[in-house]
Nanobody, 120 residues
């Protein structure tokens, strides 16, 4: 299973970006789909999570500004980021919990990260 994250870039404060994370390979089902971020000198933190039934959770710092979604047919997850702030600057990573077959264990995969830079 490979994950391809994209959509990062440089944006002015108040702007928007949309991140994508596409999974490919032999996938039976994707349970959890999460976005994490890691700012320079800081620990990686959970930004948003969405489960197979579609319920979403967000870090307090992004509630009301970020929206996580998924397209199960495309094995793809998105993060719409609005009203971006300089404090959102980080490398954003996608993380998926994947079952490779009906009765297989669930494996965790990480994307390569995409850099989001918000300038003031």
């Amino acid at each position: 299973v490979q994950l391809q994250a994209s959509g990062g870039g440089l944006v002015l404060a108040g702007g928007s970006l949309r991140l994508s994370c596409a999974a490919s390979g032999s996938i039976f089902s994707i349970n959890a789909m999460d976005w994490y971020r890691q700012a320079p000198g800081k620990q990686r933190e959970l930004v948003a999570a969405i489960r197979s039934v579609g319920s979403a959770n967000y870090a307090d710092s992004v509630k009301g500004r970020f929206t996580i979604s998924r397209d199960n047919a495309k094995n793809t997850m998105y993060l719409q980021m609005n009203s971006l702030k300089p404090g959102d600057t980080a490398v954003y990573y996608c993380r998926l919990e994947v079952a490779l077959a009906r009765s297989s264990p669930v494996y965790v995969y990480w994307g390569q990260g995409t850099l989001v830079t918000v300038s003031s």
